[in-house]
């Protein structure tokens, strides 16, 4: 019986799990995306893994799946195409960065990701929030690639990088690095997408399904 129960643990913890209705795997949608999924590892501001990643896998709505399958339709007639930093995230991974956030004595990635912001202020700034829209499923991090070298486009910061130099009209970067953010920013919000000022990464979905409900399921 043991042995039984251990086998069906594996099972469970290797396979897909069965996702809310209205949602996808998007590997599953878009088999060519890029996937570098940060908070699954420890490289991320908060320098460990965070509460609810079990699997480097990146789920969505299955409506803003749909539209972000146009932008990398799109892109790959450029030879170009997606990256994806985050997803949908968990309210429990949201409540991680709330618990990490309190404890200011913990700056082991200051210099890394926030070194001139004060991380008392990383609330008040803008950079982090108690609810996010990542836990109602349609929005996403990401960055645009050469899908054949699987190299970054230069945006002038990297991603989850807490400062003015991230914000997605900042002036004091290359002329290349702003033409890179604009065409992120121009194919995203034509398919349907809205951006965030503070982070050159960060697009919701105008439409989305999910607009009133953080969803707290695991991503496995």
């Not at 594996?10 to 209205?22: D, F, M, Q, V, Y």
């Not at 996808?24 to 908070?39: A, M």
């Not at 309190?102 to 008040?124: G, I, Q, S, W």
Request: glycine letters at 6%; a positive charge; zero cysteines.
């Amino acid at each position: 019986m043991k042995k039984s129960l251990f086998i069906l643990t594996i099972l469970l913890t290797t396979s897909h799990a069965e996702l809310p209705k209205g949602f996808s795997y998007v590997q599953e949608k878009i088999p060519n995306i890029e996937l570098e999924l940060r908070y699954y590892t420890k490289n991320n501001f908060v320098g460990q893994t965070i509460d609810g990643y079990l699997a480097p896998r990146a789920i969505l709505s299955s409506k803003a799946t749909l539209s972000l399958s146009k932008v990398q339709k799109e892109l790959e007639g450029f030879g170009l195409g997606l990256k994806v930093f985050d997803a949908y995230r968990p309210q429990k991974a949201v409540d991680h960065f709330v618990r990490w956030s309190r404890d200011l004595a913990d700056k082991k990635m200051k210099a890394e990701y926030y070194p001139t912001v004060e991380k008392k202020n990383l609330f008040k700034e803008g950079y982090i929030a108690k609810h996010s829209g990542h836990s109602r499923g349609s929005t996403i991090d990401l960055t645009i690639i050469d899908l054949e070298s699987k190299v970054e486009l230069d945006m002038g910061s990297a991603f989850d990088f807490f400062g003015e130099r991230s914000w997605v009209k900042y002036r004091n970067i290359t002329a290349e690095q702003r033409a890179n953010r604009m065409l992120l920013n121009f194919v995203m919000l034509k398919n349907g997408f809205k951006a965030y000022a503070q982070e050159w990464w960060h697009f919701t979905l105008k439409d989305e399904p999910f607009k009133k409900t953080y969803f707290n399921f695991n991503v496995m």
